[in-house]
Structure formats: C-alpha cells, structure tokens
C-alpha cells in the first residue's frame, strides 16, 4: 500500500536588496521558512511541512511544488 500524498503549494520570495529568501504556503497553515538561498529555503520549507504534519497528526507525506512570489521591495 502508498502512503498518501498531500499537495502543497510554497510560495518562495527573493530579495535582492537583503539578499534572502523566504517561503509561505496558502495550504499549510504555519508554514514559514528562509535561506540565504533558494536551496536552502526549500529545504527548510520540506523540514517545516514535515514537522506540521507530524504536529497536526497528518498522515502521509507533502508532495511539494515551490513557485515563484512577487513582493514590491522599498
């Protein structure tokens, strides 16, 4: 038997300026995450997905799928 799938939308934003990225999920509510790179928050963003899932006593795994956000910078 497979274990269960659950979609999850990130969003991943990037900041020249500051030189960081960080990640939200319209899905998963709580999940935030950043890096100093993309890598690096999709990561994090994986670890923290497993955690809320485990917290919320969700079974079955996150199938991400990470997608660009736009923000206005000042």
């Known amino acids: 038997m497979s274990a269960v799938q659950h979609a999850i939308r990130v969003n991943i934003f990037h900041s020249a300026k500051s030189a960081s990225y960080w990640a ?3 899905d998963l509510h709580g999940l935030a995450a950043s890096g100093k790179s993309r890598a690096e928050v999709e990561q994090e ?3 923290a997905a497993e ?3 485990e917290i919320h006593g969700i079974e079955g795994d996150p199938e991400i799928s990470f997608q ?3 923000f206005e910078e000042e």
């Open 24 to 26: 939200n999920s319209p």
């Open 45 to 47: 963003a994986r670890y």
């Open 51 to 53: 955690a809320l899932f």
């Open 68 to 70: 660009d956000a736009q």
